[in-house]
Structures are given as structure tokens and as C-alpha cells.
């Protein structure tokens, strides 16, 4: 057995080299597949259904994809399309898909796979006790699926389903990552271990390789082992760098969990063939005593509006931990006087991050800072873009003069490299959901149609 599997990028749309794809092309792989979203980037695809890369950067790389999976005659599989999965998402890129068959004189069957889950259907399983929370999951009620948008990732059951009728192209909804590359070996008993396992090591294209790209990998599914291959000029991949792949995103370097069961690689070995290839042993793959679908959901929580500023004053930077929680007193007085009693202080949000004394860790910074100089993002989020750019006005006014007790007379606590200040970023959301739905089939929440371009 020798299958071939080429991953052309990590994600639709985020572009790869155009000499690299050809050569993963000439190998003549027997499917080509690739992701197209992620939960990384936030909560915000999912909840406003707008995708991160734009349908410029998502036609280019799918015209490429198209034509060589038309020159080929090969399965071509996106999963977790526009981004987040929701239906949306998949409808623009199936749009997509359609002009660039009409423009290139392409033909194939098309299965497009949905993934969005009804508040009627989640609130049943809900109440049936069949909603399961992952580690650390928000608590929830039945109410949060009315708020949501929700949608369940797919294992590859259902992309197998479209496969059998005889679908050339698919265009799958919120799909694990691994799924769209384990599809078509699971279908001709190729060992799962193996499978699941060359699967997640090009899930993400080259982002294993030296250095990580956008680019594509090639995979040779063999009886006892697998070898992964990079495509573009001047990258590599060692065994250290493959094996380093099953710690993103995971918890546990070694016990991965998919819809069907978890793959094991406790006892993989990693090979150097030569400089840009690796030869993979030895992972398992444990069925699950039953079957389980993910559930991502994310809610609008309001509008914000966001301030840059910065700060070099040594007495400033010492004296900001104790000033900004009375600024934010003094705000809410002001917010009740502005607007007469119509806004509650309550509903609106007025946030400080210190980029310098340990923002990005958000209160669990390890050792103390001492730095010279601050970055100050203010972020004012309220019910409506007009109410949190109003008080994003006065709140930009008030940091920029805080009363410095060492200081005499008004003094310029923040500097503003934007005039205005205020930024109004538009809509802010939150993930709602970590869980699980149990006790369902492999396809049973998911929708197929088929057509021919």
C-alpha cells in the first residue's frame, strides 16, 4: 500500500507556494485535502459568521485546488469552512466554488456538508442529560442555546457518506481538523493508527516544517509507517519537529481525542529519511465505548469601543495599579450624570491592560515587571456601539490627566498615537460552549446536499 495524501496549506485562504503545490501534484496524490477554520482565532467567526481570511485570499487558493483536483481526478475535502463551519461559511465558499467552475470549465459533484445546530435539538439533548462538559466549560443552561450560535464538528463519518455517493468535491461544515485526512484511508482499511496519526501530523500543511509556513506537506500512507514529506524550497522537517506537532493544541502530547476514539502515540517512533523527510511508527488508535460530537457556540456580549494609549513616566507607571480602580469608580458616577439614569453603570465595561507589567498573562505573571515603558489598551464595551463610543470619549479624556499625587498641577498621564482616540471595533462575542453531545450516530447532527457543477 502506498497512499498518498497532500495537504497543500493549513488553512483555505491563508496562501501557499504555488511551485511547492505542483510538486506535491506531480507525486499524484490520491486526495487532496485541507482545513479552511479553527476556534484560534476566537469566538468571533463563529458568533458573527463573518470568516477571518477574505474571499479573495480563500478564491485564489481554491481555484488551485479546483484545477488540480479536476487534472487529477482525486476527492478534493474542506472542512470547518469560512472559518468557523457555521452554514454561512459553508455557503459563501460553495458560492466561490461555483464561479470558478463556470470560469474554468470545471465539472464535479459537489457535497456540502452543514454542521449548524437548531436551540430545538440542543435544549432535547439537554434535557435528555446528553450535553457532556469538556474541562474547564463555562457553565450553562438551557436558555444559553437561544443566545448562541452553535455548531457540531464532524468526524469522518459523514465526509465518508458523501464520498460513497460519489461527491468529487467536498465542502464540510466545523470538521475536526484530522477527519478530512483520515476520511478516504479509513475507507480502505488502512491501519487507524497510522491513519489518525499522519492525519494530525499535517492537519495544520507545514506548520511542522523548519520553518513552519502556509505551505503543503505530502503524505505516504504505508502499510507500517508512514513518511512525511515538506514541498517548498529551503524547508525541512526533522524528527524532533514532527513529533513536536502532537502537542499543538492538545493537552497531553500523546493521547489525542477524536469523535470515534483517541489516538495514541505513546510508543511512536520519529525517523530522518533525509532532510525533508520523516518516517513515522508505532501509533495505536482506541475506539471509544461511544460515539461523541464537540459543540462550539460563542454569543454576542455587546460593543466595544477601543483606545490605544502609552506611558514612559517612571512615577506614572508605579502610581497606574492604584489609579485606574478609581478611575472606573469616578466612570460610573459619570455615566449616571451623562446619560440622566438611562445607561446602568452595570452594562458597561471599561477595561485596562498593561501591555509591559504582565497583560498577556492577565494576573498569573510569574515574576515581577519593571518596565520603562507601557502600552495602554482601554476597551469600553456596552449594549450598543453608540452608547460605548460615547463613553469611550470622556473615559479616553480622564486617563490621559489621572491625578498623580507626586505631581503638582495637571499633568499628561497617557500619550495617544491616534486622533480621535476612540476606535470602535463593532460587535464583541464570547464562546459559550466547551462540551460534548453522547449517545449520538456519526452523522445524525449533520445535513448533506448534493449537486453537479
Given at each position: ?269 520519529y525517523e530522518a529519511v533525509d532532510e525533508r523527510t520523516v ?26 469601543t477601543v483606545i490605544i494609549g502609552g506611558v514612559r513616566d ?140
Amino acid at each position: 500500500m502506498d497512499f498518498r495524501i497532500l495537504a497543500p496549506t493549513g488553512a483555505l485562504g491563508a496562501g501557499f507556494d504555488a511551485d511547492a503545490f505542483r510538486r506535491g501534484v506531480a507525486a499524484r496524490p490520491h486526495v487532496i485535502a485541507c482545513d479552511a477554520g479553527s476556534t484560534d482565532s476566537g469566538p468571533a467567526a463563529l458568533g458573527s459568521g463573518i470568516p477571518k481570511l477574505s474571499a479573495q485570499a480563500v478564491t485564489r487558493d481554491l481555484r488551485l485546488l479546483l484545477k488540480a483536483r479536476d487534472e487529477l481526478q482525486v476527492p478534493l475535502i474542506i472542512g470547518s469552512c469560512g472559518t468557523s463551519g457555521r452554514d454561512v461559511g459553508v455557503d459563501t465558499v460553495a458560492r466561490l466554488a461555483r464561479t470558478i467552475a463556470v470560469g474554468e470549465g470545471l465539472r464535479f459533484k459537489l457535497g456540502i456538508i452543514y454542521a449548524d445546530q437548531p436551540a430545538e435539538r440542543l435544549r432535547s439533548l439537554y434535557d435528555e442529560g446528553r450535553i457532556r462538559a469538556l474541562p474547564n466549560a463555562p457553565a450553562i443552561d438551557r436558555e444559553v442555546f437561544a443566545r448562541s450560535h452553535t455548531v457540531a464538528m464532524m468526524g469522518v463519518e459523514p465526509i465518508q457518506d458523501a464520498l460513497r455517493a460519489g461527491c468529487e468535491v467536498i465542502l464540510a461544515g466545523r470538521a475536526s481538523d484530522t477527519a478530512l485526512f483520515a476520511a478516504i484511508p479509513h475507507l480502505l482499511g488502512a491501519d487507524p493508527g497510522l491513519t489518525w496519526h499522519a492525519a494530525k501530523t499535517i492537519e495544520c500543511g507545514a506548520a511542522c516544517a523548519i520553518p513552519p509556513s502556509a505551505n503543503g506537506l505530502l503524505v505516504h500512507l504505508r502499510e507500517d509507517h508512514f513518511d512525511v514529506q515538506a514541498l517548498a524550497e529551503g524547508s525541512r522537517l526533522t524528527p524532533r519537529s514532527v513529533a513536536a506537532h502532537t502537542l499543538y493544541e492538545n493537552a497531553d502530547a500523546f493521547h489525542i481525542v477524536e469523535p470515534s476514539g483517541t489516538l495514541d502515540t505513546t510508543h511512536a517512533t520519529y525517523e530522518a529519511v533525509d532532510e525533508r523527510t520523516v518516517r513515522v511508527r508505532g501509533a495505536r488508535y482506541v475506539e471509544a465505548d461511544g460515539y461523541t460530537n464537540k459543540l462550539e457556540g460563542a454569543e454576542l456580549v455587546g460593543y466595544q469601543t477601543v483606545i490605544i494609549g502609552g506611558v514612559r513616566d517612571r512615577v506614572i507607571i508605579e502610581r497606574l495599579p492604584d489609579l485606574l480602580p478609581r478611575a472606573k469608580q469616578y466612570f460610573d458616577t459619570k455615566i449616571r450624570d451623562v446619560f440622566d439614569g438611562q445607561v446602568d453603570p452595570e452594562t458597561v465595561d471599561i477595561g485596562y491592560r498593561l501591555y509591559g507589567a504582565g497583560a498577556v498573562l492577565a494576573g498569573v505573571e510569574p515574576t515581577g515587571l519593571a518596565p520603562r515603558e507601557l502600552g495602554v489598551l482601554i476597551t469600553v464595551t456596552a449594549p450598543d456601539q453608540a452608547t460605548a463610543h460615547a463613553i469611550a470619549t470622556f473615559v479616553a479624556h480622564a486617563s490621559s490627566h489621572l491625578p498623580i499625587p507626586e505631581y503638582d498641577g495637571l499633568v499628561s498621564t497617557l500619550a495617544y498615537p491616534y486622533s480621535p482616540p476612540e476606535m470602535d471595533r463593532g460587535p464583541l462575542y464570547r464562546f459559550t460552549l466547551n462540551h460534548v453531545v453522547t449517545g449520538v450516530t456519526p452523522a445524525e447532527l449533520f445535513r448533506t446536499t448534493i449537486e453537479e457543477l
